[in-house]
């Protein structure tokens, strides 16, 4: 590696760097750009950016570059790794290249030699760089793993792939790189905190993203020529029929990640059109004992949620769309709950949390467990608390409002998007407006709004009249700063993890009332809002003001 090239040079000259900082780092770095970075705390894409400024080279963005969209002809393993430049996109005779050193006119003198045509550079993060290089050449059939990588990942200890199947893989050596591929692709979305992962193949592309923080990233792009090996080796750790590839399956796969840990994961196959889609979903049952301050709630509508809990009897709804995060709501509220003097039945589909102390059950709609199958059976085994996974029609509605109207306290989940909503849901679902408003407690709707990173968050200013537009009341105004993304190497995008947006409304006499008279949503809202309860759109904007999190962050999440 040249340490002095012109870029590193420019840098010193700029007293951004000193020499004593060079000796300190210069081991450590594996490019110009790396040390640079090391040396002056930038990131990759903050260097990238200064060398737009000083050299007036053209800035590109690699994160959502293809590999195989580069030009096959001059993509030359030997120049590429000696250089490390990729050749991006032919235009005629010009050869743009992605560099993170565009002061290495060298590297571009032999790739013009070698290829014959001009070449031009584009400036890139250097991270982003080695990542798209480590795609395109590895030794494992297209897999980018290193010799660390194999000796790390390949005894991860998979509980359910312990069968004779399993075993003939990992015999066969060609399957090796698939089986430590997958074992680290699965680390590595526990590490990033990932909720699903997305394995998804496509006639030129396959593609691997992860849902982090809600949104979807793309995190790898195996060979197309791995597909059916990629998930065939998934659907053995998840016990699921191999050869069976027409039919949508669902399986689990249970990872030891340490002697006192371990984290389930739920796998769904879907036959496409190129080949099986398979979705994985996290399982942590460490999120239920994360306890209720860590939720986010309001100080008003944890003591709400808190005092609903103690009452030996009333229904607890949860709502709002997949992925809000209904169920850890739910396992708080029970971990809170799960006393040795209580019996605690709970009916899910599927079970994703296991708590020892609660009986669960697994609907399985073949063998006839349905919701109101189950509730039915928890009611003669002398329940004290009952948790349906979900309302789905009016046979397990009528009997969760019964069990709620005889002594017992009874937790479930709705997929409506407001709390009025919830109770006209119910209506609509043929349920008589007197159980309602007896027999619901408690509802809470909720989203889930990414978290503003706190080590790169940066305050934004917006004009008054936007500000009262969007929501926030004058008293607000007169003390509020408001943050916005900006995008660091600790956080995806300027987020880093997820708030709990909450609307918590207590069923009081008054939306008894209302309930009873054959008020809509609209009316039942009105009137929550003038006992003092905050909908969803309030209190995200508190989350905002409190600089949780941004506004265009609770525009995306709540209804405006």
């Known amino acids: 590696m040249e340490h002095h090239s012109p870029l590193l040079r420019k840098f010193i000259t700029l007293g951004k760097v000193t020499p004593e900082q060079l000796k300190l780092k210069q081991a450590e770095a594996h490019s110009t750009a790396e040390l640079i970075c090391l040396c002056t705390g930038m990131s990759g894409k903050e260097l990238a950016e200064q060398c ?19 030009p096959s002809e001059l993509v030359k393993e ?53 990542q798209k290089i480590d795609l395109l050449f590895d030794s494992t059939g297209g897999l980018s793993l290193s010799d660390e990588e194999y000796k790390e990942f390949a005894d991860l200890d998979i509980e359910d792939a312990q069968s004779a199947q399993q075993k003939n893989d990992e015999g066969d050596k060609d399957d090796a790189p698939i089986i430590v591929y997958i074992n680290k692709i699965l680390m590595d979305a526990i590490k990033k905190g990932a909720s699903d992962l997305h394995f998804e193949p496509y006639e030129h592309k396959y593609r691997v993203r992860f849902r982090i923080d809600g949104l979807l990233h793309e995190m790898a792009s195996p060979p197309t020529s791995l597909s059916s090996r990629l998930s065939a080796r998934i ?12 039919k949508p399956q669902d399986g689990r796969i249970k990872l030891k990640i340490s002697e006192r840990k371990s984290i389930d994961f739920r796998v769904s196959t879907l036959p496409t059109l190129w ?43 949860v709502t709002g769309p997949t992925g809000s995060g209904k169920t850890v709501s ?31 059950v697994q609907i399985n709609p073949r063998a006839d467990m349905t919701f109101a199958n189950a509730l039915k059976a928890f009611l003669r ?9 979900e309302i789905r029609d009016l046979e397990t509605a009528e009997i969760s409002i019964k069990a ?22 119910l209506l609509n679902m043929g349920v008589p407006a007197y159980n309602v408003a007896s027999s619901i407690s408690l509802i809470i709707a909720q989203r889930l709004a990414r978290r503003l990173c706190p080590k790169c968050k940066q305050a934004e200013t917006l004009p008054e009249e936007e500000l009262l537009k969007q929501g926030f009341t004058a008293e607000q105004l007169k003390d509020i700063t408001l943050f916005s993304p900006k995008g660091c190497e600790n956080c ?39 006992l003092g309860f905050n909908n969803l759109r309030k209190s995200g904007l508190k989350k905002a003001a409190a600089g949780l999190t941004s506004l265009s962050e609770i525009n995306r999440v709540t209804s405006f």
């Open 381 to 389: 085994q002398d329940p004290d608390i009952v948790m349906v996974g």
């Open 275 to 317: 080949g099986e889609k398979i979705v994985m979903r996290i399982l942590d049952s460490s999120s239920a004992m994360l306890g209720i301050d860590v939720l986010g709630y309001e100080p008003e509508q944890k003591e709400l949620y808190m005092n609903a809990l103690e009452q030996p009897q009333g229904m607890i709804l």
């Open 78 to 130: 030997k120049l590429i790794k000696q250089h490390h430049l990729l050749p991006l996109i032919k235009k005629g005779r010009k050869l743009y290249i992605a560099t993170s050193d565009p002061t290495d006119y060298g590297a571009f003198e032999n790739f013009e030699f070698s290829t014959g045509l001009q070449c031009e550079a584009v400036v890139v993060d250097y991270k982003q760089l080695e």
């Open 404 to 425: 709620a109207q005889t002594g017992h306290l009874v937790l479930s989940t709705l997929h409506t998007n407001s709390a009025p909503e919830t109770l006209t849901r």
């Open 235 to 246: 659907k053995v750790m998840a016990r699921l029929d191999i050869a069976e590839k027409r």
């Open 330 to 360: 739910l396992y708080t509220g029970l971990n809170i709950l799960n006393q040795p003097q209580r019996n605690i039945s709970t009916a899910e589909d599927p079970v994703e949390i296991n708590l020892e102390g609660v009986n669960q």
């Open 492 to 530: 995806t995008n300027g987020y880093k993890g997820r708030v709990g947006v909450y609307e918590v409304v207590k069923i009081t006499p008054e939306i008894a009332q209302v309930i009873m008279e054959g008020g809509n949503s609209i009316e039942i809202a009105k009137m929550a809002e003038q």
């Open 52 to 70: 737009l400024d000083l050299f007036r080279v053209p800035l590109f963005d690699l994160t959502d570059f293809d590999v195989e969209q580069l």
